[in-house]
């Protein structure tokens, strides 16, 4: 990898790379703590993020020139690592380890299999602060549909995931601005401004004639369920929960209203 970066081929480019290494993750999929070890699950030790985005951290700083971004940053020590970065790659975590952690998620919900791994309560409480901080710099979905066949399969033997696209603003407004006093604003700038310079893309504007907007109540009740316009995926989280805030149009899909009739 070094010697592919230091050649320069990406030229001005991002490179996107998940400090992850699965063969130190003994084929666990939750994070050592009290939490997991009272439940039973596979254990993921925070050393299968540690020593890779040590090593990336080392690569980024020796190669000043590559524009590097780690992706999915999912521990406190990770965090602790970024934090102690001079300077520190953009980083990006997954909303979902923003939302609930293992001592929180009931054992029969969905989400406990994902890449990667959920976190414990102190992981979840670095991340959020870690996203408010700056030190990490954009929320991404990692959306990942399972079909209702592979839904079956027993949890250590199916592809990790959670299928989450319209969950995402309705659950970080209740965690981050309801629950933690976020303004608006600063949600916004890690689910929209904070993306787009991730990817070294022009930061959207809502100018007259654009379709990249949305309509959000934050207000409105709703029970998820099968709709047009639900991700057919089996594996979606908060089923039959009372969620509290709704998308109700968007300018990409202008057939789209879920408000009222």
């Known amino acids: 990898m070094e010697r592919g970066l230091s050649i320069g081929e990406s030229g001005d480019r991002p490179v996107l790379l998940a400090p992850r290494d699965a ?42 020139q590559v524009r590097l971004r780690l992706a999915n940053v999912s521990t406190a020590a990770g965090v602790k690592l970024l934090r102690a970065a001079d300077p520190a790659p953009l980083a990006t975590v997954c909303w979902w380890h923003l939302v609930t952690d293992s001592g ?17 309560p102190d992981d979840r409480r670095a991340l959020v602060a870690a996203l408010s901080d700056g030190v990490i710099s954009a929320v991404a979905v990692n959306h990942q549909p399972l079909d209702p066949e592979e839904q079956l399969l027993p949890l250590d033997q ?23 006093g976020w303004s608006p604003a600063q949600l916004w700038r890690a689910l929209c401004w ?28 709703w029970t998820p369920g099968a709709d047009g316009y639900a991700s057919k995926g089996a594996n979606q989280p908060c089923g039959g929960q009372r969620l509290r805030g709704r998308v109700l149009a968007t300018g990409l899909l202008p057939r789209l209203w879920l408000g009222p009739r």
């Open 23 to 64: 063969s130190l993750d003994r084929g666990g999929f939750v994070r050592e703590g009290v939490e997991a070890l009272r439940a039973g699950w596979p254990l993921d030790p925070a050393l299968s993020e540690i020593i890779p985005l040590q090593s990336l951290l080392t690569l980024a700083a020796s190669l000043p």
């Open 104 to 120: 929180s998620l009931d054992p029969v919900a969905e989400g406990w299999r994902l890449v990667p791994s959920l976190g414990t």
């Open 158 to 180: 199916r592809r990790p995931g959670l299928a989450g696209h319209r969950y995402v603003l309705p659950l970080l407004w209740q965690q981050l601005v309801r629950d933690r």
């Open 194 to 221: 904070g993306p787009a310079r991730v990817l070294d893309l022009e930061a959207p504007r809502l100018d007259v004639g654009s379709r990249r907007w949305i309509l959000f109540d934050p207000d409105q009740e």
